[in-house]
């Protein structure tokens, strides 16, 4: 996946035609945007982080390093799984691909994690790349009784 191919943008800038697949990241739909405004190709809510850890951002926006952790955590759980999958089959496709996301803070959200992601940044131990969160799903299958 090329840096090129995967942008980032928030949801209320106006969609444009150089966006391509417009994928929205977040739970919550954006206050005051109607769906044909916002132009979402598809809505992958459970990329998103949980509650508690957006609300524990919100009030500390100085540890982006230990959010973007906490989130990568997330992200390698089995509920987050299919929601994972499915970006990077959206990336793997030869067409561009936009994260939106509501946040007014452009440079330090769930999408720029995302994004890094793609662009096949190193990932913790726990892995949430495809692999990894197969990984733990297997191991999760292993211990539940048969």
């Given at each position: 996946?090329?840096?090129?191919?995967?942008?980032?943008?928030?949801?209320?800038?106006?969609?444009?035609?150089?966006?391509?697949?417009?994928?929205?990241?977040?739970?919550?739909?954006?206050?005051?945007?109607?769906?044909?405004r916002?132009?979402?190709?598809?809505?992958?809510?459970?990329?998103?982080?949980?509650?508690?850890?957006?609300?524990?951002?919100h009030?500390?926006?100085?540890a982006?390093?230990?959010f973007?952790k906490?989130?990568?955590?997330?992200?390698a759980?089995?509920?987050?799984?299919?929601?994972?999958?499915?970006?990077?089959?959206?990336?793997?496709?030869?067409?561009?691909?936009?994260?939106?996301?509501?946040?007014?803070?452009?440079?330090?959200?769930?999408?720029?994690?995302?994004?890094?992601l793609?662009?096949?940044?190193?990932?913790?131990?726990?892995?949430?790349g495809?692999?990894?969160?197969?990984?733990?799903?297997?191991r999760?299958?292993?211990?539940?009784?048969?």
């Open positions: 996946m090329t840096a090129k191919r995967v942008t980032l943008k928030r949801v209320y800038e106006p969609p444009a035609r150089s966006d391509g697949t417009r994928v929205l990241v977040d739970r919550l739909w954006p206050r005051g945007l109607s769906k044909d916002a132009a979402v190709d598809q809505w992958l809510r459970d990329l998103a982080p949980s509650d508690n850890l957006r609300k524990w951002f009030a500390n926006r100085q982006w390093t230990v973007r906490r989130y990568l955590k997330e992200l759980r089995p509920e987050s799984a299919q929601a994972l999958d499915e970006l990077y089959r959206l990336a793997n496709r030869r067409k561009k691909l936009t994260l939106l996301f509501a946040s007014k803070d452009e440079e330090q959200n769930n999408a720029a994690v995302l994004k890094d793609l662009e096949g940044m190193r990932k913790p131990p726990t892995g949430s495809p692999g990894g969160v197969r990984a733990v799903r297997d999760q299958a292993k211990k539940m009784p048969r």
